[in-house]
């Protein structure tokens, strides 16, 4: 078993960076409420909520506060750290790495510093059940997830064995609560429900197209993401001129796009992991088609960015989580994080630098106990995130995110043309 890679990052009297951009989350409070007036130091007391107080002088006055054990908090983070799926993770890891750098240099959660425990997943499901193994071990409060649809599906009941909050942002639509039994799993990102339906509205809505095809990887994301765009065509009186499929890695789709353009697509709407994705980008231009092309939430990440050229990238349309580069209200936090990092962040990395932010919010108010913070997140309404972004907890257990962006390349300039809400 691999052994976990611990990130320490020193507690600092100052921040380094302002933590104004953090965003602002409401939960509930403990009763007896935090602050007031107790009558016994280190007398504990439970309160209706199940949050552990605890009577502690401050100043001259003894007052409940949230009772967090001594030492470090232990937040456990499953991620891709090494094979192909590095370059993705690198995007993610970033947000979470930039945010606990913050917290940990203006004191901590309520005094406690964040340590953080990685356990790499790499490009494989029994990777990431391993992943799991590893932290559990660790013993963390909670734990942060990954954008891998399948590798969730694989993990999920050793989350419910662990019986600690999980955050990922897989898109696929059989990772709910609900459908997975398992009342531990967050999602903070859109899922293909909200991302899958927003392309089509578009595509049909908006660019009046309607002969549609169809490519998706062979995993959930893929899989459940076509299902779902099928679903919408169908509504719409709609049928896709076609569906392909592809290996997960794949590194040649010519010959699905081939079909699909033989098939009469006047749009290809592609559902793969960023490599794949860039892959796609390159072949419809190589293979001059003469197709319009529009992927799924792969368009705005860093990871596929890097893989194409201007040229290959111009006229692409994307469904996408939210082009955070493009967004002005988030101008002052991308010049943040590239000074921190040196490179240009993405939606993964502010959804989960967003995340970070939130479960200090959920600590500092509930404390560590597993039951008490699950409780806080689902009672958790809209909480502005960096720029546009937003998130609700509270609508639906489990899913907190409930939009999605259109946006076009010119060249490696995107635009928004417009955001869609879906409704639960």
């Given at each position: ?340 990092a040196g490179k240009n962040p993405d939606f993964f990395t502010a959804q989960y630098y967003d995340l970070v932010y939130m479960i200090k919010d959920w600590i500092t108010k509930n404390g560590v106990k597993p039951a008490v913070l699950r409780s806080s997140i689902l009672k958790t309404g809209v909480t502005k995130g960096i720029g546009s972004g937003s998130y609700d907890f509270s609508r639906t257990p489990g899913e907190s995110n409930w939009s999605a962006q259109i946006v076009k390349y010119s060249g490696d300039t995107v635009a928004v ?8």
């Open positions: 078993m691999k052994k976990p890679i611990r990130i320490t990052i020193a507690m600092a009297a100052v921040a380094a960076l302002t933590i104004a951009m953090a965003p602002q989350a409401s939960s509930a409070t403990a009763k007896p409420a935090v602050g007031a007036a107790c009558a016994k130091t280190n007398a504990k007391a439970v309160a209706a909520n199940q949050s552990d107080l605890i009577c502690t002088k401050v100043g001259t006055k003894l007052i409940y506060q949230i009772f967090i054990p001594k030492g470090p908090i232990k937040i456990g983070f499953s991620a891709a750290v090494t094979g192909t799926n590095a370059l993705l993770g690198q995007s993610y890891r970033g947000g979470v790495a930039f945010a606990v750098s913050q917290i940990n240099a203006a004191g901590g959660i309520a005094g406690h510093a964040i340590d953080l425990v990685t356990a790499d997943g790499g490009d494989t499901n029994p990777q990431w059940v391993n992943s799991m193994n590893v932290l559990a071990e660790e013993k963390p409060v909670l734990i942060i997830g990954h954008p891998h649809s399948s590798a969730l599906l694989a993990q999920s009941d050793m989350i419910n064995k662990i019986g600690v909050p999980y955050f990922f942002s897989g898109g696929s639509v059989a990772l709910t609560q609900e459908k997975l039994k398992n009342p531990w799993i967050f999602r903070v990102s859109p899922s293909d429900g909200i991302s899958g339906v927003a392309a089509i509205d578009y595509a049909v809505d908006e660019l009046k197209y309607t002969k549609i095809g169809i490519l998706g990887d062979n995993t959930a994301y893929g899989i459940d993401g076509t299902a779902v765009m099928v679903g919408e065509l169908k509504k719409k009186g709609l049928t896709a001129v076609g569906t392909e499929s592809h290996e997960l890695f794949a590194t040649d789709v010519s010959a699905q796009l081939l079909k699909l353009r033989a098939a009469g697509a006047q749009l290809i709407i592609g559902w793969s992991i960023p490599v794949v994705t860039a892959t796609t980008l390159r072949q419809v231009k190589e293979l001059k088609l003469g197709v319009d092309y529009m992927g799924g939430r792969s368009m705005a990440l860093t990871a596929v960015l890097g893989l194409v050229t201007n040229a290959q990238l111009d006229g692409a349309f994307g469904a996408v989580d939210n082009a955070v580069a493009a967004d002005p209200a988030a101008a002052s936090w991308v010049k943040a994080y590239k000074r921190y043309l417009k955001t869609i809400s879906i409704a639960p």
